[in-house]
Nanobody
Framework: QVQFVESGGGLVQPGGSLRLSCAAS????????MAWYRQAPGKQRELVAT???????GYANSVKGRFTISRDNAKNTLYLQMNSLKPEDTAVYYC????????WGQGTQVTVSS
């Protein structure tokens, strides 16, 4: 059974940074295109960042230059380094494969507010 456990969220002031983690079980992260998603209150879940098997990366325009996706194969963990956070980044963040093939985890709440 594939499971994702997200962590690392919290309350941060605008301009601050957070590093999110996604611990995976039942799947090797280096065998699938993996992605971070987020869902803000009242909005649909949106794709934030993708890391493909070969290592190529893609970002949503809204986070490009501020967020960095990475992967530790030994720990089977996906990361999202978020810098220069803005209030509009407030959302619950999730990881999953790029095709959203598996059940969603509980996510981790990120709140950007002064």
């Amino acid at each position: 059974q594939v499971q994702f456990v997200e962590s690392g969220g919290g309350l941060v002031q605008p301009g601050g940074s957070l590093r999110l983690s996604c611990a995976a079980s039942g799947i090797s992260l280096n065998t699938a295109a993996m992605a971070w998603y987020r869902q803000a209150p009242g909005k649909q879940r949106e794709l934030v960042a993708t890391m493909y098997v070969g290592g190529s990366i893609g970002y949503a325009n809204s986070v490009k230059g501020r967020f960095t996706i990475s992967r530790d194969n030994a720990k089977n963990t996906l990361y999202l380094q978020m810098n220069s956070l803005k209030p509009e980044d407030t959302a619950v963040y999730y990881c999953n494969t790029r095709s959203s093939a598996y059940s969603w985890g509980q996510g981790t709440q990120v709140t950007v507010s002064s």
